[in-house]
């Protein structure tokens, strides 16, 4: 069973997670990364934007940059990431990027725009075991 628990490591990433302050979000927010490891066959899951630096308000919601090899019949990878998210019990507002494992090394490369928070402030909450 895959699980997204939060490790019991005094360094873990979930002491880093900055959720906004809603009722219910520390769960809700469990349950959507259960999802995208789950049923949308993320390899990596990285934070990134307000909720990585620590400063989300109630009006924030939670970055996910998705890490996931190219499915042939994917053609909106981001809006199945969604999908599958808005399938997941809790309310959490939610904005998801997809690339491949390519495609992020290419971008952390030369990091601009989101890339560039990604690499100064993001971190990674789950990798696939391969």
Not at 12 to 28: C, D, F, Q, R, Y
Not at 47 to 71: N, W, Y
Not at 82 to 91: D, I, M, N, T
Not at 97 to 120: K, N
Request: some cysteine.
């Amino acid at each position: 069973m895959i699980t997204a628990t939060p490790p019991k490591s005094a360094t873990a990433w979930h002491e880093k997670v900055s959720l906004p302050p809603l009722p219910g979000v520390t769960n809700a927010f469990y349950a959507k990364v259960e999802s995208l490891i789950g049923n949308f066959g993320a390899k990596e899951i990285w934070i990134f934007g307000s909720c990585a630096r620590g400063k989300p308000t109630r009006d924030s919601d939670v970055d996910f940059l998705l890490v996931r090899e190219p499915v042939q019949a994917s053609a909106r990878p981001a809006t199945e990431a969604r999908l599958c998210v808005a399938r997941s019990s809790g309310f959490l507002p939610c904005d998801m990027v997809v690339v491949s494992p390519s495609q992020l090394a290419s971008h952390l490369r030369h990091p601009v725009g989101i890339y560039a928070d990604l690499a100064q402030h993001g971190f990674r909450i789950y990798a696939r075991q391969s």
